[in-house]
């Protein structure tokens, strides 16, 4: 089924629209201590070559040794994924030459993955739900990384990388435009970062994407794809992808045709550009690695895994929905991660739901970005934003003074109950006190009163608005209104 909404993700050529195809490859690096094969540490920005054993440095006669640890992380993350977890599968090697690889092969799965088929629910560029279908997931090893900036006539190599275990996450081709994969890739990130499998630092490399690209007919028979390398931010896949789509629809109606090739993406100029075409399956002489036995798992290993995992984000979002009255749009927003939930359930305790997390993403979410402040060195604790609510909620201070005393907490970190103590901004409710200043603004405008009297209906808002000056802010605007009416009758 079509509806004009979908078509917005059309690229509109001279013979007419041109749908975009994508599917996405992610690496994925597990949170693990130690690398795939070898006892070496994982850990992110050591001196070069720090991290090396034999194994990874390939000395001949070392044998790898399967990490548990990345092969339950593995488990963990295809049944977050509502994936197939397959009780047989095996390391192949992957058979290429380049420098950063010193055994000449990567040991990868080809046929026999150990995750199969899955799905994962994502926000499509119309905000509604959409089902993306994985292929699979396999487990492989990371190569080391050349330097050619360090010297003038040599280039180096690093090894702390090489070896560390990588789940490549391979979507199926259901992805329609760049805002769909971009909400793909942050819900990934999102799932795994819950269930601790990837910490999902794109900047660290992490976590990044290859991306598969096609254009065809709306609803046509698939194109050719071609395939974008190593994006490691949300904002280049998207770039990359609409540039990719866009330079296909060009060539196909200028009559040339899509060769099949590997393209890297310039952040610089926002382009692709050829790098190599592409190579097929074939061209790797994959076979099974004779160093390791298949892989096989059993029921109870499994089971036991899924019986461990923690909530996920989608039924985060349902209970978030149910338990706090939030809309699913605003659920969303605290899902996508785990410390926004933390935050959100700590404040949210007895207090209206719906209040507090209007405070927290548009207040405090804006403040935050106004000063350039991560959400972890965030000045306002739970506790004070839940005091703050609870201030407003019992009519203590109203929601304009609340906002003053927002920005004092955000600044000084102090108590809510505190600030409105020492400035003295306590609303006031009491009849008696507001009837003090509804008499002098009446007694200083005189003229205003005439022409109100005489049918000039519009001048009310004028008088509220001063009464509220004279208050500094602190009547409650309700009985201002009320006495305001019943004294300019
Ligand atoms: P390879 O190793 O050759 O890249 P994979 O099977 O690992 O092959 O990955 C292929 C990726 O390309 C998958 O994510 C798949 O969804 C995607 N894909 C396949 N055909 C197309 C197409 N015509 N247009 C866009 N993406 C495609
Ligand atoms: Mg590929």
Redesign the pocket.
Same mark, same amino acid.
């Given at each position: 089924m079509t509806n004009a909404n979908e078509n917005s993700n059309y690229i509109s050529g001279k013979t007419g629209d041109w749908e975009i &195809?994508? +599917? @996405? %490859?992610i690496h994925a690096q597990v949170l693990s201590s130690s690398k795939l094969f070898s006892g070496a540490s994982t850990e992110f920005g050591k001196d070069p070559n720090h991290n090396v054993s034999l194994v990874d440095a390939a000395m001949p006669g070392m044998l790898p040794v399967i990490n548990q640890t990345c092969i339950k992380q593995a488990i963990k993350s295809g049944i977050a994924l509502n994936a197939e977890i397959n009780k047989y599968s095996v390391f192949d090697r992957k058979n290429y030459f380049y420098a950063d690889l010193p055994q000449g092969y990567q040991i990868s799965q080809y046929k026999y993955p150990i995750v199969g088929e899955g799905s994962l629910q994502i926000t499509d560029a119309n905000g509604e739900d959409k089902v993306i279908g994985i292929?699979r997931i396999h487990l492989e090893q990371d190569a080391g990384k050349s330097l050619h900036d360090q010297h003038p006539s040599k280039s180096f190599i690093d090894l702390n990388r090489t070896g560390v275990a990588l789940m490549e996450i &391979? /979507?199926?081709?259901d992805l329609r435009s760049p805002e769909e994969a971009a909400s793909y890739v942050k819900k990934i990130r999102t799932v795994l970062r819950y269930i601790e499998t990837c910490d999902g630092n794109m900047e660290q490399g992490s976590l990044r994407a290859d991306c598969? &690209? /096609?254009v065809r007919k709306p609803n046509g028979n @698939? +194109?050719t794809?071609c %395939?974008i390398k190593n994006l490691n931010s949300i904002k280049f896949i998207s770039q990359a992808i609409q540039y990719e789509a866009e330079r296909q629809v060009e060539i196909i109606e200028n009559g040339g045709v899509i060769d099949q090739e590997t393209r890297l993406f310039d952040t610089s100029t926002g382009e692709t550009r050829s790098m190599r075409s592409k190579e097929d399956a074939h061209d790797y002489r994959y076979f099974p690695d004779p160093d390791l036995l298949p892989l096989e798992l059993s029921d109870s290993q499994i089971s036991e895994i899924r019986s461990d995992m923690p909530e996920l984000p989608d039924q985060l979002v349902q209970r978030l929905i149910s338990e706090y009255g939030i809309t699913k749009y605003d659920a969303n927003v605290i899902a996508e991660e785990k410390e926004y939930v933390h935050y959100y359930e700590n404040s949210a305790k007895n207090r209206d739901g719906k209040l507090v997390v209007n405070w927290m993403t548009s207040e405090l979410f804006g403040l935050l970005k106004k000063n350039n402040i991560q959400f972890n060195q965030n000045p306002i604790s739970p506790n004070y934003l839940n005091e703050l609510v609870e201030l407003i909620e019992n009519k203590t201070i109203s929601g304009k003074i609340a906002k003053d005393v927002f920005e004092i907490m955000f600044a000084t970190s102090k108590s809510p109950k505190m600030i409105v103590k020492e400035k003295g901004l306590e609303q006031v409710t009491d009849d008696s006190a507001i009837e003090v200043f509804v008499d002098q603004v009446i007694n200083e405008n005189n003229d205003k009163v005439k022409e109100y009297l005489s049918g000039k209906d519009k001048l009310f808002g004028f008088f509220v608005g001063q009464v509220m000056k004279v208050s500094q802010g602190k009547a409650n605007p309700g009985l201002v209104n009320k006495i305001l009416k019943s004294k300019l009758k």
């Amino acid at each position: 089924m079509t509806n004009a909404n979908e078509n917005s993700n059309y690229i509109s050529g001279k013979t007419g629209d041109w749908e975009i &195809v994508i +599917g @996405l %490859e992610i690496h994925a690096q597990v949170l693990s201590s130690s690398k795939l094969f070898s006892g070496a540490s994982t850990e992110f920005g050591k001196d070069p070559n720090h991290n090396v054993s034999l194994v990874d440095a390939a000395m001949p006669g070392m044998l790898p040794v399967i990490n548990q640890t990345c092969i339950k992380q593995a488990i963990k993350s295809g049944i977050a994924l509502n994936a197939e977890i397959n009780k047989y599968s095996v390391f192949d090697r992957k058979n290429y030459f380049y420098a950063d690889l010193p055994q000449g092969y990567q040991i990868s799965q080809y046929k026999y993955p150990i995750v199969g088929e899955g799905s994962l629910q994502i926000t499509d560029a119309n905000g509604e739900d959409k089902v993306i279908g994985i292929e699979r997931i396999h487990l492989e090893q990371d190569a080391g990384k050349s330097l050619h900036d360090q010297h003038p006539s040599k280039s180096f190599i690093d090894l702390n990388r090489t070896g560390v275990a990588l789940m490549e996450i &391979v /979507s199926k081709p259901d992805l329609r435009s760049p805002e769909e994969a971009a909400s793909y890739v942050k819900k990934i990130r999102t799932v795994l970062r819950y269930i601790e499998t990837c910490d999902g630092n794109m900047e660290q490399g992490s976590l990044r994407a290859d991306c598969n &690209v /096609s254009v065809r007919k709306p609803n046509g028979n @698939l +194109g050719t794809r071609c %395939e974008i390398k190593n994006l490691n931010s949300i904002k280049f896949i998207s770039q990359a992808i609409q540039y990719e789509a866009e330079r296909q629809v060009e060539i196909i109606e200028n009559g040339g045709v899509i060769d099949q090739e590997t393209r890297l993406f310039d952040t610089s100029t926002g382009e692709t550009r050829s790098m190599r075409s592409k190579e097929d399956a074939h061209d790797y002489r994959y076979f099974p690695d004779p160093d390791l036995l298949p892989l096989e798992l059993s029921d109870s290993q499994i089971s036991e895994i899924r019986s461990d995992m923690p909530e996920l984000p989608d039924q985060l979002v349902q209970r978030l929905i149910s338990e706090y009255g939030i809309t699913k749009y605003d659920a969303n927003v605290i899902a996508e991660e785990k410390e926004y939930v933390h935050y959100y359930e700590n404040s949210a305790k007895n207090r209206d739901g719906k209040l507090v997390v209007n405070w927290m993403t548009s207040e405090l979410f804006g403040l935050l970005k106004k000063n350039n402040i991560q959400f972890n060195q965030n000045p306002i604790s739970p506790n004070y934003l839940n005091e703050l609510v609870e201030l407003i909620e019992n009519k203590t201070i109203s929601g304009k003074i609340a906002k003053d005393v927002f920005e004092i907490m955000f600044a000084t970190s102090k108590s809510p109950k505190m600030i409105v103590k020492e400035k003295g901004l306590e609303q006031v409710t009491d009849d008696s006190a507001i009837e003090v200043f509804v008499d002098q603004v009446i007694n200083e405008n005189n003229d205003k009163v005439k022409e109100y009297l005489s049918g000039k209906d519009k001048l009310f808002g004028f008088f509220v608005g001063q009464v509220m000056k004279v208050s500094q802010g602190k009547a409650n605007p309700g009985l201002v209104n009320k006495i305001l009416k019943s004294k300019l009758k």
